[in-house]
């Protein structure tokens, strides 16, 4: 309970914010002999709306016969009636205000912090399209979406996890169009976290994925707000944690890899043909250097004569077998790749190159590997980032295929593509079939907005799998 007495209110906040230098407990007197206390974090409060909205107020106005909320104009201004509920507002950046013989306290939100601008995303770029990203503050990314989904039903819903970071969640859908077996089963999951520390989404969606030990993922993430409010116009949730730009969506489909927010600002045939372009894309990042060494090792007839004398002469003094060889130059291609990202941006650029070209060019002239099989890994290595969805999946998956079509030829790889296939057919995501239309088959979706995109005028409905109540999301114009 909050005492009558400011001066044990102030000990006690001391006390539980364990007298840190950041903790700011200002006690005064106003004109009018009232004793007043105020608490805050220093760096949260923007000390010049804190100065002449709370502080003169305060001490020019409050005269005991006023309420305080007579004398100070803010838009939020709450009243709690416990030291723990203070404390945990103070926490999230508000401004804690006891009056003396008062057992109330008044709470006001007066946050300001520095944040980083919003800005195109590097990992999601377009060439027509919004150009705005979210950003790590939870309450800009509200703003953002919210400006894309003008829309007096769409919810926001808040939850705090993490029981030392107090991190704040927040789910968004639009109430009519939202599958309510997928919220219902999202809120159920969410009760259930019971964890120290929510540090970025990726938390979050390994505490409530269905398979959390599949390679794939079965939550998708975004940057860009266009992308997150089309998911929920087709009756998705999406997940906001304060702290980082990467928005959760649920349920996710695997066609979802292959697509990208600009397919639908593109031509529709033009964009038909990227998506099929990124298939062959996924194909290739995963089996190429797998049927190569399959290719190479046990099924030489399936090669024309001429590429396999090319190959054969290519090989010759190179030490190492071709498994071990495609081998190498994959983990040395994951090593530029992965100390190219850790790095800072211009040198990262620069030891990417210098990776990808001097390494490449010293290892064939040594002797070590031949240009052929440069020529393999590279072309696997920009296939998969023409599906940056999928990039965690097909590193690992490219391992598994190489190494089965170096003991197994193509038999391997056939093998490598049930086992992956059953995995994707076998997944669920809240309760939607992950390969959805495919598997369950269904034409609709298959024929309209999966591997063809159909105008947008012939996108009447929702995708069936995701949202079956609400599924009409437009009257064709030509069947006006």
């Known amino acids: 309970m909050i005492s009558k007495n400011i001066t044990s209110n102030k000990e006690k906040l001391i006390k539980a914010f364990n007298n840190s230098s950041d903790f700011v407990a200002y006690e005064f007197k106003t004109r009018a002999d009232i004793k007043i206390l105020i608490c805050f974090i220093e760096g949260f409060v923007n000390k010049d709306l804190f100065d002449r909205d709370i502080l003169k107020p305060l001490i020019l106005e409050l005269d005991g016969q006023k309420e305080i909320k007579e004398v100070i104009f803010t838009p939020k201004i709450e009243e709690v009636d416990s030291i723990e509920q203070v404390k945990n507002e103070i926490i999230f950046g508000k401004i804690a205000i006891f009056i003396e013989g008062n057992t109330n306290c008044f709470v006001v939100e007066l946050i300001k912090w520095d944040k980083r601008s919003i800005e195109e995303p590097n990992s999601e770029a377009v060439v027509r399209g919004p150009k705005e990203g979210f950003i790590e503050d939870i309450e800009v990314n509200k703003v953002l979406l919210r400006r894309k989904l003008r829309n007096n039903k769409l919810v926001f819903e808040d939850y705090r996890f993490g029981k030392q970071t107090n991190t704040k969640v927040s789910i968004a859908y639009i109430k009519g169009i939202v599958n309510e077996d997928v919220l219902q089963e999202l809120k159920r999951r969410l009760e259930k976290i019971d964890i120290d520390a929510i540090l970025e989404s990726g938390y979050i969606e390994e505490l409530i994925e269905d398979s959390p030990l599949s390679l794939i993922g079965t939550v998708s993430n975004a940057e860009k707000p266009d992308i997150i409010a089309g998911k929920i ?248």
């Open 233 to 480: 116009l087709e009756g998705r949730v999406a997940i906001l944690v304060d702290g980082t730009p990467h928005v959760l969506t649920i349920p996710r489909i695997f066609v979802e890899g292959i697509m990208a927010s600009e397919d639908y600002y593109l031509r529709p045939y033009y964009s038909t043909f990227l998506r099929l372009l990124r298939i062959i894309g996924l194909f290739a990042a995963v089996y190429l250097p797998g049927i190569f060494v399959a290719l190479q090792l046990y099924h030489q007839e399936m090669i024309p004569t001429v590429l396999l004398i090319n190959m054969a002469g290519a090989r010759e003094g190179v030490p190492l077998p071709v498994t071990l060889e495609v081998l190498f130059m994959t983990i040395a291609l994951e090593l530029t790749k992965e100390s190219g990202l850790r790095l800072p941006k211009n040198v990262g650029a620069t030891v990417s190159i210098v990776g990808a070209l001097i390494l490449g060019q010293a290892a064939v002239e040594a002797g070590v590997v031949n240009a052929i099989t440069i020529i393999v890994v590279s072309t696997s290595a920009i296939a998969e980032f023409v599906v940056p969805g999928l990039i965690q999946g097909i590193v690992v998956y490219r391992f598994v295929i190489l190494l089965l079509g170096g003991l197994m030829g193509l038999y391997g790889v056939a093998c490598g593509f049930i086992f992956i296939t059953m995995e994707l057919v076998s997944l669920d995501s809240f309760g939607v079939p992950f390969a959805w239309p495919i598997a369950p088959r269904e034409w609709g979706g298959l024929k309209k907005d999966t591997l063809v995109r159909l105008p947008l005028w012939k996108n009447i409905f929702r995708p069936k799998a995701i949202e079956k109540r609400n599924i009409r999301r437009q009257i064709s114009p030509w069947r006006k």
